[in-house]
């Protein structure tokens, strides 16, 4: 990638002179679409990022939210008083790393990691849950196995290595995901009001420090290199532009940035990513309206003879640039050392341009807001997608149940998500393997170990995710399902949606048909997050997705956080002593089910409730009730899949339904919910959904469907069979 003409002529114009090498090189970065959002910054105001909880929304390293205190927790945050929130905050961030783990899977996805734990430091936070949403071609296909295994094993390795338990995620197969896999991850980090840092440079005469790893020449280019489509020789010329992850370093990072945050020697900061330190140092001082004057020879290298663009663009991992008064300098030279991490004074803020040199020689030299915010939006033509028609198939029952059933993307992912410590931390309430993890918030303040110490008990949701089945059918209702079936997730384990943050990866948005599905998605999330009186409070944009394969599917991955009371929750498993009851209006059609994509056929998208936020709320209300044994949403594979889950060696479930629409309907907003009491469930949900007695819990073990006149029986023994096609397979 070059900057495209049209770009060097607004630049000359604005510089009065041609751009320096360094010059045209950080402006092809910085106005990439990775960076500057060219082609989906006109879309993305549809998103409602205001409320009572938002702290600090979009446009930070991470958003920052309050947390309810423990007695309001469990109200939904639209009827919430501003006096009900907590000291405690947490903040919420989300980042992609696809091209890179398509090029080299292992420490694409490391290095993800890495990223999003640095944004959360930044903040002043300090990092307590990972989630990842993962999205591969069909699993059948060799070379997807090889990206999925190890996508996995580097985000396990990293993210196990520094002491941050993955909790939450997803993963989807799709062959459109072939020639370009999507790595997302989100991270929950912790702070409050006193130790609250921000990316905006604070006062002119600071100064710059780059904190961390020593810098060299990995990632070069690696914001222009995200921005374009992958091309056939992507794994082996494009390997140069992959960062490598060194998670010992990462973890030194961490501790030290508590002991900064705890002296209060941070003015404000920002992690190394995208465009490295010219990225870094750029933005903050843009922020505040401020310049800077850094001299790169300072900056500490690993590599030898290292020259001003790759000083300046290297996205070497592991690093931090802080703005520290002057009469602090000293005291994180020696927080650097005694963490056995390097220090660099590269400068400082001024009143004046950005500008760097080298060898003293100006390479740099602009206008930092120009070079920050001044890309100019593209105007893109859309066109929608046109809807489907029913044609279902004729297909046998036994085997649909089964095949769905034992569809990678609905079987059970424990091969996953047994690979990541997940308990490390010692806040994960309820594990990976549910509809939604359960993170202790604790009170803040003092020292870690008082922060540890039990205090406002109030739990975190945490569930992230989108369906590409679903968002391939039908953008924008698939977009809105998106968002109600992870409030959904979070609303059956007793929470109430608190926050959200997104990642919209799309194809390449010069393609009409191509950014007609990135706006369905974009419009679509933001009509139900608002719709659900959730704030969606910051994200990340991935387009040019394609390949050779062709574009990916429109992909709005979701990280939905909510609130209760305490940390105990419903599992999703049978007790074998209730009644079964499935809550929730059906869409009567399976487009985008895994039903069809197994069997053959189409159909439209369901329709999807009109009052979400009522039916998220009474979900959660049902889920609190001590008359409630178990609580499973249903979506990926349909009721089938739902009652599979619930099922165990103790217990299992003697279900009726009237055909294979209502078994295999994927319309979110549903849970089936095991009660002693299903006169009071009923009573609450008068008026919100409908309520559809299935039948009864039992003690045998047995899944029995009865659909019409069709019964099919399946063991405990023989679901878990079915369910683990992914190790199976692997192994």
Not at 382 to 397: F, I, K, N
Not at 474 to 499: F, M, Q, S, W, Y
Not at 535 to 552: K, M, R, T
Request: proline residues 6%; aromatic residues 6%.
């Amino acid at each position: 990638m070059s900057l495209p003409e049209s770009d060097r002529e607004l630049i000359t114009a604005e510089l009065g002179r041609e751009p320096t090498p360094a010059e045209a090189n950080l402006f092809e970065n910085l106005w990439s679409e990775h960076c500057a959002y060219r082609s989906s910054r006109p879309l993305l105001g549809a998103f409602h990022s205001a409320g009572e909880q938002v702290v600090i929304g979009p446009g930070d390293d991470a958003a920052v939210i309050a947390v309810p205190e423990p007695a309001a927790a469990d109200t939904p945050a639209a009827e919430r008083d501003p006096d009900e929130y907590s000291e405690t905050y947490i903040t919420l961030g989300i980042e992609s790393h696809n091209h890179p783990s398509y090029v080299d899977p292992y420490d694409g996805a490391a290095t993800g990691v890495g990223g999003i734990v640095r944004d959360t430091l930044s903040m002043g936070a300090y990092p307590i849950a990972l989630a990842d949403s993962l999205y591969f071609g069909d699993f059948e296909r060799e070379h997807s196995q090889y990206l999925f295994e190890g996508v996995v094993e580097g985000i396990s390795d990293y993210g196990n290595s520094i002491g941050v338990p993955t909790v939450a995620g997803s993963v989807d197969f799709h062959a459109d995901y072939e020639g370009n896999p999507l790595v997302n991850v989100a991270c929950v980090g912790l702070t409050d009001e006193e130790r609250l840092v921000t990316a905006e440079a604070q006062q002119a005469g600071n100064k710059l420090v780059l904190f961390g790893n020593a810098t060299g020449r990995d990632g070069l280019g690696g914001a222009s290199f995200a921005s374009e489509d992958l091309d056939e020789d992507a794994e082996t010329e494009d390997r140069p532009a992959v960062q490598v992850g060194d998670p010992y370093s990462e973890k030194l990072l961490i501790e030290a940035s508590e002991t900064l945050i705890d002296e209060n020697l941070v003015q404000s900061a920002r992690d190394l990513g995208a465009a490295g330190l010219g990225g870094a140092s750029s933005e903050l001082v843009a922020k505040g309206g401020f310049g800077a004057e850094i001299e790169l020879d300072r900056v500490h290298q690993r590599e030898p003879n290292m020259n001003a663009l790759e000083i300046l663009l290297a996205e070497s991992q592991e690093r931090m640039c802080y703005e520290v008064t002057p009469e602090d300098v000293d005291r994180v030279a020696e927080i650097a050392e005694r963490f056995d991490l390097g220090c660099s004074v590269i400068g400082e803020v001024s009143e004046g341009n950005y500008t760097c040199t080298f060898e003293d020689e100006v390479v740099v030299d602009v206008d930092p807001e120009f070079l920050a915010e001044g890309a100019p939006m593209n105007d893109l033509d859309a066109v929608d997608p046109e809807p489907a028609e029913r044609d279902l198939p004729d297909a046998d029952l036994n085997e649909a149940v089964e095949s769905v059933i034992s569809n990678p993307n609905t079987a059970s992912k424990r091969w996953v998500y047994r690979q990541y410590d997940h308990e490390v931390g010692v806040r994960t309430a309820m594990k990976p393997g549910d509809d939604a993890a359960i993170m202790a918030i604790r009170e803040t303040g003092g020292d870690r170990a008082d922060r540890d110490a039990d205090g406002s008990g109030t739990g975190l949701a945490i569930s992230s995710g989108a369906n590409p089945n679903w968002t391939s059918a039908d953008p924008h209702g698939g977009a809105r399902a998106v968002a109600l079936e992870n409030a959904t997730n979070i609303a059956a384990k007793g929470a109430v949606p608190l926050a959200a943050v997104d990642c919209l990866n799309g194809g390449n948005p010069e393609k009409p048909d191509v950014y007609g599905g990135f706006k369905g998605i974009v419009d679509g999330l933001a009509e139900m997050c608002s719709d659900l009186s959730t704030p969606v409070v910051g994200g990340n944009v991935s387009l040019y997705n394609d390949s050779e394969a062709g574009p990916i599917p429109p992909t709005p991955t979701l990280a939905m956080v909510g609130t209760k009371a305490g940390y105990d929750a419903p599992p999703a498993a049978l007790s074998g002593e209730g009644e079964l009851l499935l809550v929730g209006d059906a869409g009567d059609s399976l487009g985008g089910s895994e039903y069809l994509n197994a069997a053959g056929g189409s159909d439209a998208f369901p329709t999807l409730p009109e009052n979400p936020a009522d039916l998220v709320a009474t979900i959660a209300e049902v889920a609190r009730a001590e008359s409630t044994l178990a609580t499973h949403d249903v979506s990926h594979g349909g009721l089938a899949v739902t009652l599979a889950e619930l099922l165990t060696a103790d217990a299992g479930a003697d279900v009726a339904v009237d055909d294979a629409v209502a078994l295999f309907d994927e319309t979110p907003g549903r849970v089936v919910v095991e009660t002693t009491d299903p006169e009071s469930v009923r009573e609450a949900f008068d008026g919100v959904a409908a309520v559809e007695s299935l039948g009864e819990a039992t003690a045998d073990g047995e899944l029995s469907l009865t659909v019409g006149d069709e019964t099919v029986k399946l063991g405990a023994e023989a679901v878990a069979e079915l369910r683990d096609v992914i190790p199976e397979t692997l192994e």
